[in-house]
Antibody
Framework: QLQLQESGSGLVKPSQTLSLTCAVS??????????WSWIRQPPGKGLEWIGY???????YYNPSLKSRVTISVDRSKNQFSLKLSSVTAADTAVYYC??????????????????WGKGTTVTVSS | QTVVTQEPSLTVSPGGTVTLTCASS?????????PNWFQQKPGQAPRALIY???NKHSWTPARFSGSLLGGKAALTLSGVQPEDEAEYYC??????????FGGGTKLTVL
C-alpha cells in the first residue's frame, strides 16, 4: 500500500530556508485524482495545513504562509518537496506530508486526506 | 481568516456515546466542505477516520460515524473504548481549494 516518508533538515537557523522531502512508495505521484499536502504541528498545538500540489503541478497554499512557501514535485524520484523561507522560531514543528484523494462514488465527489507520513521534527534555532 | 471550531475537550465513560462537532466561521457546514475527521494519539501521526462527511476508510472501526448536525459536521463514537482516548481533528475544504483544520478536541475516556 501507499507509504509516505518525510526527510530533511531537522535543525534550521533563523532567517534560513527549511527544506523537506516526502518520498512516495507503493504508488505513483503522477497518478491522477490525488493532491500531495504538507501539514505541520507546533509543539503542543493543533494541525496547520501548509499547502498542496496536484499531479498536474498546480499548487495551493495557506494564505498565511503563501509568501514563504514553495511546494514542488519530482516525478523522476516519485517525491514532492517543501521549502519555507525566512524561518523563525514559530516555524518549529512536526511536519507531515499527506495524500489527498478525490473520487467519484454514486455520482458524488468525495475528498479525503487518507495517507499520512510519520512526520519529521524541524527545530528553528541558532 | 476562516476559523474552524471544535470543542476543546470532552469526557465520556467507557461504553458510552459522544458526539464531537466542527463549525465554520463562514456559516453552516455542508457536504460541499468535504468534512474529514482524524484521530491523533500522543507521539503519533494523525490517522484518517472519516472523509466527505460520513464515509469510512477501510480501517475505521464501525463505532465511528460522521454526519451533519445542526449546521456543523459531527463525529459520533458509540460504545466508546479506552483506546479511543485521543485528540480528534476535523478538516474542511473551502472554495479556492483551501484546507482548514479545526483546533482539535481532546477526548478523555473516564
Amino acid at each position: 500500500q501507499l507509504q509516505l516518508q518525510e526527510s530533511g533538515s531537522g535543525l534550521v537557523k533563523p532567517s534560513q530556508t527549511l527544506s523537506l522531502t516526502c518520498a512516495v512508495s507503493g504508488g505513483s505521484i503522477s497518478s491522477g485524482g490525488y493532491s500531495w499536502s504538507w501539514i505541520r504541528q507546533p509543539p503542543g498545538k493543533g494541525l496547520e495545513w501548509i499547502g498542496y500540489i496536484y499531479h498536474s503541478g498546480s499548487t495551493y497554499y495557506n494564505p498565511s504562509l503563501k509568501s514563504r512557501v514553495t511546494i514542488s514535485v519530482d516525478r523522476s524520484k516519485n517525491q514532492f518537496s517543501l521549502k519555507l523561507s525566512s524561518v523563525t522560531a514559530a516555524d518549529t514543528a512536526v511536519y507531515y506530508c499527506a495524500r489527498g484523494s478525490w473520487s467519484l462514488e454514486r455520482d458524488m465527489t468525495l475528498f479525503g486526506l487518507d495517507v499520512w507520513g510519520k512526520g519529521t521534527t524541524v527545530t528553528v534555532s541558532s | 481568516q476562516t476559523v474552524v471550531t471544535q470543542e476543546p475537550s470532552l469526557t465520556v465513560s467507557p461504553g458510552g456515546t459522544v458526539t464531537l462537532t466542527c463549525a465554520s466561521s463562514t456559516g453552516a457546514v455542508t457536504s460541499g466542505y468535504y468534512p474529514n475527521w482524524f484521530q491523533q494519539k500522543p507521539g503519533q501521526a494523525p490517522r484518517a477516520l472519516i472523509y466527505s462527511t460520513s464515509n469510512k476508510h477501510s480501517w475505521t472501526p464501525a463505532r465511528f460515524s460522521g454526519s451533519l448536525l445542526g449546521g456543523k459536521a459531527a463525529l459520533t463514537l458509540s460504545g466508546v473504548q479506552p483506546e479511543d482516548e485521543a485528540e480528534y481533528y476535523c478538516l474542511l475544504y473551502y472554495g479556492g481549494a483551501q484546507l482548514v483544520f479545526g483546533g482539535g478536541t481532546k477526548l478523555t475516556v473516564l
